[in-house]
């Protein structure tokens, strides 16, 4: 079983940027790839990023400038956003794919956070 906790989200200023972490606890987090999905208020998760166990990323690039990134010794993944837009809105969240693909689909992610809000004002 992994534990995935969130957190780093919180009220900002349109163009403005937050970091946002997950840590994980059990498991063998260096071999998992990491994601970052968010959901907006009625609407469905998306997927915003993923990297691999090796440091390799995939991102929807519509969203961000967004960057992934992982620490392997602290077991923690981080989304640094910028350039935020009161349609990056969300509850974002951190998810774990034990198989160590690098996928953007949610169903592939064996393990998930509770979430972290992030509420962009204009």
């Known amino acids: 079983q992994v534990n995935l906790v969130e957190s780093g989200g919180g009220l900002v200023q349109a163009g403005g940027s937050l970091r946002l972490s997950c840590a994980a606890a059990g498991g063998t987090f260096s071999s998992y790839t990491m994601g970052w999905f968010r959901q907006a208020p009625g609407k469905e998760r998306e997927f915003v990023a993923a990297v691999n166990w090796f440091g390799d990323t995939i991102y929807d690039f519509v969203k961000g400038p967004f960057t992934i990134s992982r620490d392997n010794a602290k077991n923690t993944v981080y989304l640094q956003l910028k350039s935020l837009k009161p349609e990056d809105t969300a509850v974002y969240y951190c998810?774990?794919?034990?198989?160590?693909?690098?996928?953007?689909?949610?169903?592939?992610?064996?393990?998930w956070g509770q979430g972290t809000q992030v509420i962009v004002s204009s």
């Open positions: 998810a774990a794919n034990s198989r160590g693909l690098l996928e953007r689909s949610g169903v592939s992610y064996d393990y």
